[in-house]
């Protein structure tokens, strides 16, 4: 039943007649033989060549569609343009019909202007440059609304949407505790094995615990906590919000009256301010128990040595300078990801690149936070 | 097709009295549903070559899932469907790459690739299945464009710039793109303004004749029931209810049709109709 194997290819037989040329197509003139119908039309230009009359004729030609008429009419406009007689013979009604619907013409569409490279790439540069001045002015006066919404929220705390904060409070507290918790543990036990091995040399292994308690209370668990949660829920902020946009779901918000910063921004940031801060916390418990671990099985320091250096080793300040951090943290991932997602236009494409976007941006400005901050505590001496 | 067409003994969906022409698509005994949900309960139908089929059912009745179960993207519980005579469930994947050439698909919300522009979605189909040079291609989609009405210059706009009556153009336009045999409409002018829905279905009576198309449109919209099917069906309950011409619509008992076919907007267009004949 497969017609394109069975069927006879689209051919053409050429008869000279004196100055006539008789053109006789046979086969199928359609898409599905494309290669033969493009080959047949130029042998077909060639063929005619010298005679004043041309006269195709299709009485012969099995089916017809749009592209073998179009290439067909192509082909007898290309002998008429050389100063030659051309027509159709031998047409029936649907082919008449279609030879007219498909008449051979120029679109008359203009060619791209083309640009150099040079000026491609100073365009491209200071597109950036402008855009990443962009990117900071709307970021500010994101904080701006975003400030005013929770403004409004305190004024009249029934415009607070409790549900969706919970709801999302379990979506990136409560559900990330599992591989939030593993990964401390992992680095947690890697940073212990390095160091011991590295302080044995010196005989200072006991120090382990230092390093451990300090590191990971100070810089590890939040860092870890941060890169996790953009990666995980920014990715998931950007996508939500960006599909909304894309179905003008955050239109049909605004001409209710609801403002789209209140209602889908300030739960998610919210979340993520209560979140991370627990998060951090979980992952410095299992970050400490990790080194404590190997401390015991690789350093041979026992459990009781190992928590009595630890409680000489940190302070309270230790703890707090990593959980001061959280949210603000929490405050940058949750911004870049909402800005992101109302960045989305139209496309799928876009979609996906503004949530690239979101988790790179995110996890870069994580680690410049983490950097002021620590410049900050260094220079006060906390 | 140039080979005989077996006889079927068709318990529905064949016109009163009309000649043994080709069915190109046979349902039979069709059982489709998601869960506990029995959408098609026992469902036939046939559709002849070279007709338009205008397919209506109260919404959620299933009539989009019909569509896309006869495009394999539904799986079936029982039943089978014949297309080109040949059992979609018997075929190697050649078979089935060649019979999805011979068809067209519009889906109701377009479905053009939004990272490729207009352009380059009409060549999709082209690009993957002929071997025809980019200069070819850009001819034919431009043709294409111009054969569903559209300008030219919409050729290197992206999806997501065009209007939904321009994106429905566009989604046919790339659903003709190999010149199928049959074409599937999924709703293709809900969402036009009533202009545009004319032109659309004098279109697809335009392409119907010179191409030789048949149509398997799903529709809601009265006028091009009236206007543009050779014949209608009706899906409740799971199966046709009624298949035949417009009159065999507006003769039947059945209450949904009654309501549909004699309700305030339908009065209009059926005295139209008459003052027409």
């Known amino acids: 039943m497969n017609r394109a194997v069975m069927d006879p290819v689209a051919n053409v037989v050429v008869e000279r007649n004196g100055a006539e040329a008789r053109m006789r197509f046979i086969g199928r003139w359609t898409s599905d033989q494309a290669a033969a119908v493009e080959a047949g039309a130029s042998k077909l230009t060639a063929e005619a060549q010298g005679a004043e009359r041309v006269l195709l004729d299709l009485s012969a030609v099995e089916r017809l569609d749009t592209l073998g008429a179009w290439v067909l009419d192509r ?13 159709f013979v031998g047409l029936d009604e649907p082919k008449r019909i279609l030879l007219h619907e498909v008449a051979y013409h120029e679109f008359g569409l203009k060619a791209p202007v083309q640009h150099s490279a040079v000026v491609d790439i100073l365009s491209d540069v200071g597109g950036t440059v402008v855009g990443a001045g962009r990117d900071l002015v709307g970021g500010v006066s994101f ?57 044995r040399r010196f005989g200072a292994t006991p120090f382990v615990v230092d390093l451990i308690g300090i590191l990971t209370l100070r810089e590890l668990g939040v860092l870890l906590t941060s890169i996790m949660i953009a990666g995980r829920s920014g990715s998931a902020f950007t996508a939500e919000i960006g599909s909304m946009k894309m179905r003008e779901e ?6 209710m009256g609801l403002d789209p910063i209140e209602v889908l921004v300030a739960p998610r940031i919210l ?44 302070a309270f300040n230790t703890f707090m300078v990593g959980i001061i951090k959280a949210p603000f943290m929490a405050l940058v991932i949750g911004m870049i990801a909402c800005i992101e997602g109302m960045a989305v236009k139209g496309s799928a494409e876009s979609l996906g690149r503004q949530v690239t976007s979101s988790v790179v941006k995110a996890i870069f400005m994580v680690i410049v936070v983490d950097g002021l901050f620590a410049m900050f505590f260094a220079s006060i001496n906390y | 097709m140039d080979a005989p067409v077996p006889p079927v003994a068709a318990p529905t969906g064949r016109p009163n009295g009309a000649p043994d022409r080709e069915v190109v698509i046979e349902v039979r005994d069709l059982v489709v549903g998601f869960g506990d949900k029995v959408i098609m309960n026992g469902l036939s139908l046939d559709v002849y070559r070279g007709e338009i089929l205008g397919f209506v059912g109260a919404s959620g009745t299933g009539k989009s899932v019909l569509t896309r179960t006869i495009l394999g993207l539904v799986p079936k519980r029982r039943g089978t469907i014949k297309v080109f005579g040949q059992d979609v469930d018997n075929l190697t994947p050649e078979a089935r790459k060649a019979m999805e050439r011979r068809w067209g698909v519009l889906f109701q919300q377009g479905a053009l690739f939004s990272s490729l522009t207009v352009r380059q979605n009409v060549q999709v189909p082209m690009r993957e299945h002929l071997k025809l040079s980019q200069e070819l291609m850009d001819e034919l989609a431009l043709l294409k ?25 566009v989604a046919l336009a790339r659903a003709l793109s190999l010149d199928p045999e049959i074409v599937f409409l999924d709703e293709p002018t809900s969402g036009l303004d009533p202009i545009g829905a004319q032109d659309f279905d004098q279109l697809i009576a335009t392409l119907q004749k010179t191409l030789g198309l048949t149509v398997f449109m799903v529709t809601h919209d009265l006028g091009s029931l009236y206007s543009a099917c050779d014949r209608i069906a009706a899906l409740a309950d799971g199966r046709v ?16 049709l009654r309501s549909y076919f004699h309700g305030e907007r339908a009065r209009h267009l059926t005295a139209e109709a008459g003052a027409g004949r």
């Open chain 1, 75 to 87: 082909a007898r406009s290309e002998i008429v343009a050389r100063g030659q007689e051309a027509g």
């Open chain 1, 143 to 199: 904080l701006g609304s975003l400030v005013a919404a929770f403004g409004r929220m305190l004024v009249n705390p029934r415009r607070f949407r409790i549900t969706s904060m919970v709801f999302h409070l379990e979506a990136v507290g409560f559900r990330s505790v599992p591989i939030i918790t593993l990964i401390s543990f992992l680095v947690g036990c890697i940073v212990a094995q390095q160091g011991i091995f590295q302080l």
């Open chain 1, 250 to 255: 955050i239109d049909a918000l605004r001409v």
């Open chain 1, 271 to 314: 979340a993520l301010i209560v979140a991370l801060p627990i998060l951090t916390f979980l992952s410095n418990l299992a970050g400490l128990f990790g080194g404590g671990v190997v401390s015991w099985i690789y350093g041979g320091i026992s459990q009781e040595v190992f928590l009595g250096r630890l409680r000489s080793a940190i």
């Open chain 2, 145 to 169: 464009l111009e054969l569903v009405g559209l300008k030219p210059e919409v050729a290197d706009r992206y999806p997501s710039e065009l209007s939904g009556g321009m994106i429905k153009r």
């Open chain 2, 241 to 256: 209810i009624a298949a035949g011409p417009i009159e065999t619509m507006l003769k039947s008992d059945h209450p949904w």
